[in-house]
């Protein structure tokens, strides 16, 4: 029997066939009949995919978080790698919003164009406005849940909550608790055996979510806001292949050549699905199984980061909010930037892992410095080919800290 090419091999094949047909779509080269029947084929396999990975998802997290945390404190590192994980996460995101600002800045996108000349756009739009006091409250109400509830309902944020709870008590609890520290342990890797089942339909799930991404896209507002899509991109691309990994080739001598080979499947499919919750599965085994880092430090940073470290969506809003300021006609001053750092690391921090939500916490950037929420008609249109790299650099930041952080604890203790 011929020898299939390699996984990663597949999924490249899958992805190129994926934009080339869903490129001939969209210029209407096929008879509308089979382009219309391909769509649908594409919509319930990428679907499929995309449910497998979610069945996945909820025992995955909690099980790795309870082990994560369970097995930190046994190796008396937890407080390190506490500080090291929330330091990391800000500091990058912070580094990313500055690099969106520059960008905006230096490449001034929107320049030349008005928001007037949107006016079909924003007419009708009535944003979802949520004021930051009631955001922040909403935030802080949503991490105390019903552990039940959090599980059935896939609350990711509350089920890392509780997780962290869960995995500190068995410690406390000591040895009494051992079969029920390696029964979920055990959960652990029985989902991570599963991923791997799953990740051979990764070719062609992926080759139909890309399908359908490239068919959807409009090319005359892809035009008029060409600019500003250049920018973004080519800065979130700034940010994920020159800044992560020279910082983690300076912080672990990992080379980057090493990282992506390690992180290439994650990679792949966060900018697919545009979803980091979607994508944990896959995150969580290229770290562990390709990025060799110890299950115990993955199992905690990957997670918590999921829904915490946003680096390409907290750069994302600094860079749109100055866009769409510009948009307006207005000159933003210092203190409305400085209020745009914060509002966008909040926004980038409480924003689940879930397609174009970033858009959500936009709504809250743009109207913190006040700013017209209508500009955000215009920005959901391309949203779904900016999503690609953002949550691809997302994901990545993920990977990146886990990788910083098992250096940082490892000093600690010798390991
Ligand atoms: N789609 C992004 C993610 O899942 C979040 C965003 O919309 O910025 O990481």
Redesign the pocket.
Known sequence: MPRLPSLNTQILIGCALGVACGWALQQGVADPAVAASTMYGARIVGNLFLDLLRMVLVPLVFASIVTGVANLRAHESMHRVWVATLTFFFATMAIAIVIGFGAAHLFRPGEGLHLDMFADATRDYQARQMPLPDYIAQFLRGLFQNPFKALAQGEILAIVVIAIFLGIALVAGGERYRNIRTLIEELQELCLRIVGWIMHLAPFGLAALLLQLVAGQNPGLLASLGHFIVVVTGTTLFHGIVVLPAILWIMTGVSPLRFFKGAREALLTAFVT????ATLPVTLRCTEQHLHVKKDIANFVVPLGATVN?D??AL?EAAAALFVARLAGIELDLASQFVIFFVAMLGAIG?P??????MLSMVLVLESVGLPTAAIAILLPIDRIL?TT??AV?VEGDMVGALIVQKIAGKGTGA
Do not use: E, H, K, Q
């Open positions: 545009s979803s980091s919750a946003m390409g969506t994302y924003a892992g879930i397609p174009s939500v970033g999503d953002r949550t997302n």
